[in-house]
C-alpha cells in the first residue's frame, strides 16, 4: 500500500498519483510604476519643449533688434540728418485789445513762418501744422496751415493769419503787462506750432512724429500805434516745446 499523499482528503489504496501542476505566474506589465513612468517622461518632454520655444522666441527678437539697431545706424550715417529750424520771420499786429467788462480780446495778428530744411537727403512732409497765438499763459486764437512737401536744402516761407474775438481771463501779471505793452505800442505776445511730420529717406517715409514748437517773447508793434518811436520787429527763432 502506497503512502498517503498530503493532498488527498481521505484514504487511497491504488498507484500513487502525482501532484497537480503548479501554476505559471504570468508577468504583468500593467503595473502602476510603469503608467507613472510615461507620464513623468511625457511631462519633462513638454516642459523641454517649452522652454525650447521660449528660447528661440527671445533668440527671434534679439537678433530682430540688433539687425533694426544696425540699419538705424547706417541710415543715419549716411543722411547724418539735422535739426530742421522755424522762425517768426515778420508779423504784424492791426489790432489788440481787451473788453474789461466782458474779457473778450480783439485781435488781428499776421505771422510769418519761415522754416528751413538743411538737410541734403532728407525731405519732409507736413501734414499738419496748427500755430496758436498766446499773451501770458492764454491762447486768444489758433489757426490751421495748409499741408505741403518740403524738399531738401529748402527754405519755405508759411502765412498764418489769427483775426477774432475769444474770451480771454487774465490774471493780475498779465492785466499789468498789457497795460504797459498798450502805453508802449509793443505787445510780447507768443505762438506755439503743433506739427505732424514724415521724413523721406530717398524712397523710405518714416512714421508719422508729432513734435510742439514754441516761439516765446514776440515783441510786435501796433501797426496803428504813434508811440513805438520807429521799433521794428526782429525775427525770433522757435525753440522744441517739450512740456
Not at 149 to 159: A, D, E, L, R
Request: aromatic share 12%; hydrophobic share 35%; glycine share 10%.
Amino acid at each position: 500500500m502506497g503512502s498517503k499523499q498530503p493532498y488527498l482528503n481521505g484514504a487511497y489504496y491504488g498507484p500513487s498519483i502525482p501532484p497537480p501542476p503548479a501554476k505559471s505566474q504570468r508577468r504583468s506589465y500593467n503595473s502602476p510604476g510603469f503608467g507613472c513612468c510615461c507620464f513623468s517622461c511625457l511631462g519633462s518632454c513638454l516642459r523641454c519643449c517649452g522652454c525650447c520655444v521660449l528660447s528661440l522666441i527671445c533668440n527671434i527678437l534679439i537678433a530682430v533688434a540688433v539687425i533694426l539697431g544696425i540699419a538705424a545706424l547706417i541710415l543715419w550715417l549716411i543722411f547724418r540728418p539735422n535739426a530742421v529750424k522755424f522762425y517768426v520771420s515778420d508779423a504784424n499786429l492791426d489790432r489788440f485789445s481787451l473788453d474789461p467788462n466782458s474779457n473778450n480780446l480783439h485781435y488781428s495778428l499776421d505771422l510769418n513762418l519761415t522754416i528751413r530744411n538743411p538737410n541734403q537727403r532728407v525731405g519732409v512732409y507736413y501734414d499738419e501744422i496748427s500755430v496758436s497765438g498766446y499773451y501770458g499763459d492764454q491762447r486768444f486764437g489758433s489757426v490751421n496751415v495748409s499741408s505741403f512737401y518740403q524738399g531738401h536744402k529748402n527754405t519755405t516761407v508759411i502765412g498764418a493769419k489769427m483775426e477774432g474775438q475769444n474770451l480771454v481771463v487774465l490774471g493780475d501779471g498779465a492785466r499789468t503787462d498789457l497795460k504797459e505793452d498798450e502805453k508802449s505800442g509793443i505787445y510780447r505776445i507768443g505762438a506755439k506750432l503743433r506739427l505732424s511730420v514724415r521724413f523721406k529717406f530717398w524712397f523710405i517715409k518714416s512714421w508719422k512724429v508729432k513734435p510742439k514748437m514754441k516761439c516765446d517773447d514776440l515783441k510786435i508793434p501796433l501797426g496803428s500805434s504813434n508811440s513805438t518811436g520807429g521799433f521794428k520787429f526782429q525775427p525770433v527763432q522757435c525753440e522744441l516745446d517739450i512740456s
